[in-house]
């Protein structure tokens, strides 16, 4: 009889425990339902023409020249105390067409 008990117990662990993964499998999104797609457009927009690239790196918002794989600079900007669009945005990429477009989304990012 403790056999059978163990089984049954061990089975309502097992049917919790999948529920419980389901249901924690359904929170997670895409990262392209976090960015609205009028939104990422303008920015997908200026690529082309960008003189810089806004990326996340080992944690942090890293700079890059456009078409380069290793960073300019890092800065101090922590992306997991982002907002989760803009961390969204950081892993398509923030294209910057010049340095006053990149002063001014780092300032955005860092308040």
Do not use: H, N, W
Not at 69 to 85: G, H
């Amino acid at each position: 009889m403790k056999t059978a008990g163990r089984i049954v117990l061990l089975a309502v662990m097992v049917t919790l425990a999948l529920s419980s993964v389901r249901g924690a499998l359904g929170t997670i999104r895409r990262t392209e339902e976090l960015i609205p797609a009028e939104v990422y457009a303008r920015y997908q927009a200026k690529s082309g023409r960008a003189m810089y690239l806004l990326r996340e790196k080992d944690g942090f918002v890293a700079v890059y020249r456009s078409g380069e794989r290793s960073p300019l600079r890092m800065t101090d900007i922590e992306t997991p105390l982002l907002r989760r669009a803009d961390r969204a945005m950081l892993e398509k990429g923030i294209p910057a067409e010049d340095l006053g477009e990149l002063l001014s989304l780092l300032e955005d990012l860092g308040s």
